[in-house]
């Protein structure tokens, strides 16, 4: 037992000796070559923060516009199709009975040609508002990469200033 307390009591010891902090190491004073470097670096950081908000900005207002403009090209197209389909099964309604199955076998053409128009109207209104998507995605990766150039050349400067 008192070989165990003996080892416990030097392993306690040891580990006080290891485990005294180093004194603090006091930090360089900063030169104004320094100071100014950082200063200049942090307003082109601000202002470079600023520009690609606005560019982030313009960007998901014409990402919105252009939703907004597809789903306006798709209601007017379903719209158009509908009108087209209405008119046709009014006018097949009309029919004689003896020609009946006949104007039957032209609204459904009607029908047929009119959701295809419509079709193909949803599609270039997507193709379009996608587009514009991929377009402002790009603009908003440019001002990121223009943003941490920014940041990169005034952390440069300030570790030049720092080495003269």
Known sequence: MNK??????????AT???AQ???AVSAPTPTPAVVKAEVKADNANAKAV????????????KI????????????KAHLKAQKAK???RAKAAKADAADQQT?????DKVDAKADAKADKSVIKADAKATKIKVDAKADKAVASTETGAVKAEGKADVKAAAGK
């Open 21 to 23: 902090a180093p004194a």
């Open 16 to 18: 006080a000796a290891f």
């Open 4 to 13: 165990l307390i003996a080892t416990l009591i030097a392993g306690l010891f």
């Open 50 to 61: 600023k520009a690609e908000a606005q560019v982030n900005a313009k960007a998901d207002e």
């Open 103 to 107: 104007a039957n076998a032209k609204a």
């Open 86 to 88: 209405s008119k046709a």
């Open 64 to 75: 919105g516009a252009a939703k907004a403009q597809a789903n306006t090209s798709h209601a």
